[in-house]
């Protein structure tokens, strides 16, 4: 079991760039892929990006690709989201989730709180 706190949302201009991170719990953080997930008001959750355990592969959503970069660290026990040049469609609740390398919600086991992200225009 492992269990995760997201930190590093807030308020930013369009633009600018954000970076948040996902630390998790226990030792078992690294047999673990890991995804951002994100939901705006009034939409359903949608697949930012996800890496795998070792960090070898990754995926990106098509809105999101050449602007989002995600990277671990497995002995800081903690996952990046290197969020560039940020639209007002951005905004959402960002939610870091471990599991297996999917894009579907369902194949994460465990979940972060959330952190709020808000693109101004």
């Known amino acids: 079991q492992v269990q995760l706190v997201e930190s590093g949302g807030g308020l930013v201009q369009a633009g600018g760039s954000l970076r948040l991170s996902c630390a998790g719990s226990?030792?078992?953080?690294?047999?673990?892929?890991m995804g951002w997930v994100r939901q705006a008001p009034a939409k359903e959750r949608e697949f930012v990006t996800a890496?795998?355990?070792?960090?070898?592969?990754?995926d990106y959503a098509d809105s999101v690709k050449g602007r989002f970069t995600i990277s671990r660290d497995n002995a800081k026990n903690t996952v990046y989201l290197q969020m560039n040049s940020l639209k007002p469609e951005d905004t959402a609740v960002y939610y870091c989730?471990?599991?297996?390398?999917?894009?579907?919600?369902?194949?994460?086991?465990?979940w972060g709180q959330g952190t709020q992200v808000t693109v101004s225009s």
């Open positions: 989730a471990a599991g297996a390398f999917s894009r579907r919600s369902s194949a994460y086991n465990y």
């Open positions: 890496i795998t355990r070792g960090g070898g592969s990754t």
């Open positions: 226990g030792r078992t953080f690294s047999t673990y892929d």
